[in-house]
């Protein structure tokens, strides 16, 4: 009986296996999860190995179902029929997909997920790129403009809120990444409501892929062969069991001494006119250095501690060499010299606590002390020893304190709820060492906001609000202000190639406490600089909407903006008689800007790859007496090819023009020539040439039309022009990284009261 037992148990017994390989290339898709059930009930699971090859012993004998999923690509079900004896399903292909809210959608490389863009880099644009800049020209995100030159991402012309994992991170962090531990990325042009009271215009998310046990290093240099300009990155980072550590450092230096300005302004009051034509010489040298040390310890998946400490010390050291042709005072030598020195450093504790799988807690407090010493001297030499001096000294100490509580509640797999609070109270002290003025001014800034999201069937809808109370006071001025933040969003996947969006936001710009401080500082012979306590609020209006296309390798988009700001802010000159003049933030009744623009992209065609962007915009401001409007076309194209470990890419930007107030400006002008080498997956080098055949390098022109202060100026970096870099980057995974966590505030505070100029 013993034998039967024995026998009839090895005979039901079998094993089956397989080997999981992406259908793209073949190659082994590591870590796949694999799940065996029968009658819809869980048996057994494992994960595939190095090589992609997974196996089970069972000794059920009925039909059995596999099922084989792994993130970034379409699940994969196999029948099995009843039977005995073992069983090899050989080479199992995995198509690359997304998976989201439990759909699985097959073959499309961005979707439109809550009302956000989603992307997942391909495998031919994350070999394209050198650097994680890179990556992001290279995607069909509206909106965004990646700058290889300053290593610098926007939105629609601004910074945007960064996240890594959900952490709010700087664009150092995003600089410390390489193209291929980027997962996907998260996009959107609005600000959600939890981050709307920062300043911030659209989100990037990105979420790293995974990682075990073990470390990284990765360093990253960047040097122009005759021009100082140096930019770095060095991170290494180690994991093991439930505690990770990482330390990075992110160094930039310039040194440029042909930095030109040219001008032609005029000071213009009720009885009284001076034309002034300026030819400046004006380098300048900086050294900037972000370095941050984290610990994350998480005993379980469902809670995570982390300790945060950066510091960001800075230099800075400007010069003036230039000739004065003044019509008033005659012609004069004038020479200008400043200083800068800021240090913030910060420490930041969070909490985060998942109850289960539709309640989680966040709570983050933020302590950051920091210091400006600002130092300057103006001096004008006239025809007779006539010299006039004006002196700007002023040491700046800020103390702050930033606590967050948010709450995150999903009801089922359409609607979630989050709301949340937060807190900022500061103390900062301006030492004006010329008059021994040294004003306290405090802050007690508090934002509660709650946020809804719905998705009806393949509509989704998202609501937020919140209520913004700051408090600000100093030595004789004292300002309240209570204002709504509102934003909605509804997104509608038409098909598997089209998709639309619409969008609306309200908020309010409130003034900064360097724009309400009270503290008159002459800086010409004619001009005086100020703050102005009576500044109001300024509120936005804003209307999108987008249409998207995507087809194989095609994707395109089109989008329509308007956006109305009344009470808009802008800086003003008026004339207080005795010659002198007066120049400070203002209200002027409102600013209108209507915009559309399309961008394509067509992508993995042999290698090669190129993205459009084309925009038109049209500005109207109305000031007390006058409007002023201005039409702007702006543009930039992006070519690359790949071919094994070498790749070529070109970037070329239009530059528009910018209306704000009487004031019009035009963007930087940038483009490049990259050849980029990568003889294993270790090392890349590179080469650059940029501002391409610019004699005067990087180019800041700009005008302005105000009654009281017009004036065109020229100014240009001529250590820029023909500028070739060479860069070199080198990592190493010593097994790897899991990254965990997400927080909901910056790990520092960059406020300030102090107004440099």
């Not at 983050?364 to 103006?378: C, F, K, L, P």
């Amino acid at each position: 009986m013993i034998f039967a037992l024995v026998a009839t148990s090895k005979v039901s017994a079998r094993t089956i296996c397989g080997t999981v390989l992406s259908e793209c290339d073949s190659t082994a898709v590591v870590g796949a999860t694999c799940r065996l059930l029968a009658d819809n009930k869980f048996i057994s699971g494992t994960v595939s190995d190095i090589s992609g090859a997974f196996t089970f012993d069972t000794d059920v004998s009925s039909n059995i179902t596999l099922e084989i999923g792994m993130t970034g690509y379409t699940g994969a079900t196999v029948i099995i029929d009843r039977g005995q004896g073992n069983i090899n399903l050989g080479n199992l292909y995995l198509s690359e997909g997304v998976s989201l809210d439990e759909v699985t959608v097959t073959g499309k490389a961005m979707i439109d997920a809550r009302g956000r863009t989603v992307v997942f880099p391909s495998k031919s644009d994350i070999k394209a790129s050198s650097t994680a800049v890179g990556l992001f020209q290279k995607l069909p995100l509206a909106g965004l403009e990646a700058d290889p030159i300053n290593r610098s991402l926007k939105v629609d012309g601004a910074a945007p809120m960064i996240l890594i994992n959900g952490v709010p991170s700087t664009m150092a962090d995003v600089n410390t990444l390489q193209p291929k531990d980027i997962e996907k990325i998260e996009y959107s042009r609005i600000t959600p409501g939890r981050y709307a009271d920062r300043g911030m215009n659209g989100l990037i998310n990105i979420t790293l892929r995974k990682r075990n046990d073990g470390g990284q290093i990765y360093v990253w240099g960047r040097s122009a062969v005759a021009t100082a300009f140096v930019d770095g990155s060095v991170e290494a980072s180690y994991h093991q069991g439930a505690s990770q550590f990482s330390l990075s450092w992110t160094p930039s230096w310039r040194n440029y001494q042909q930095v030109y300005d040219n001008s032609d302004e005029a000071y213009i009051g009720d009885d009284f006119r001076v034309d002034i034509k300026s030819h400046d010489r004006n380098p300048f040298n900086y050294f900037y250095n972000q370095l941050q040390t984290k610990y994350t310890y998480s005993p379980t998946e469902s809670t995570t501690l982390s300790v945060t400490f950066s510091a960001t010390p800075m230099t800075s050291k400007n010069r003036l060499v230039g000739y004065d042709e003044d019509s008033q005072l005659g012609a004069c030598d004038k020479f200008s010299r400043s200083t800068s020195r800021d240090f913030a450093p910060s420490l930041d504790l969070f909490l985060r606590r998942d109850f289960n799988e539709s309640n989680s807690l966040e709570a983050q407090v933020v302590g950051t002390i920091s210091s400006s010493d600002y130092r300057r001297e103006n001096r004008f030499i006239y025809d007779g020893d006539d010299e006039r001096e004006y002196v700007m000294d002023a040491d700046n100490r800020r103390r702050s304190l930033i606590t967050e509580v948010s709450y995150t509640h999903t009801f089922g797999a359409n609607t979630s709820l989050s709301g949340g609070v937060q807190n900022t109270m500061s103390h900062s002290t301006n030492r004006y060492l010329h008059t021994e003025y040294k004003p306290l001014l405090t802050e007690n800034n508090n934002y509660v906001y709650a946020d809804l999201g719905q998705r009806l069937g393949n509509v989704y809808l998202m609501a937020s609000t919140g209520v913004k109370m700051f408090w600000v006071k100093n030595d004789m001025n004292r300002r309240h202000f209570i204002r709504n933040i509102t934003t909605a969003r509804a997104s509608w996947n038409i098909s598997q190639k089209w998709s639309m969006a619409a969008s609306f936001i309200f908020t309010p710009d409130i003034p900064s406490l360097a724009d309400l401080t009270d503290y008159p500082q002459q800086t010409s012979p004619y001009l005086v600089s100020n703050g102005n306590p009576s500044l109001k609020v300024s509120e936005t209006l804003g209307y999108r909407i987008q249409a998207t296309y995507q087809h194989d390798k095609l994707a395109m988009s089109l989008n329509l903006l308007m956006a109305d700001i009344n009470n808009c802010a802008i800086s003003d000159v008026e004339y207080l008689g005795d010659m002198l003049f007066l120049s400070h933030p203002v209200n002027v009744p409102s600013r209108h800007m209507y915009k559309g623009s399309v961008n394509i992209k067509i992508s993995d065609i042999q290698g090669f790859g190129a993205r459009a962007y084309a925009g038109i915009t049209h500005y109207e401001n109305r000031m007390d007496g006058c409007r002023r409007r201005l039409t702007s076309i702006d543009g930039s194209v992006s070519l690359w090819w790949n071919k094994g470990p070498f790749t070529v890419s070109f970037w070329q930007k239009f530059p528009g023009k910018f209306l704000t107030g009487y004031r019009v400006s035009k963007d930087e002008n940038n483009n490049s020539l990259s050849f980029s080498y990568k003889p294993d997956k270790h090392w890349n080098f590179d080469i650059s040439w940029m501002y391409i055949f610019s004699k005067k390098g990087s180019q800041y022109p700009s005008w302005n039309y105000s009654p009281a202060n017009p004036y065109t100026t020229d100014r240009y970096i001529r250590n820029n022009a023909n500028m070739v870099t060479l860069s070199v980057s080198y990592s190493a995974d010593f097994g790897s990284i899991f990254r965990s966590g997400s927080r909901s505030l910056n790990n520092s505070d960059s406020g300030s009261s102090l107004l440099k100029m």
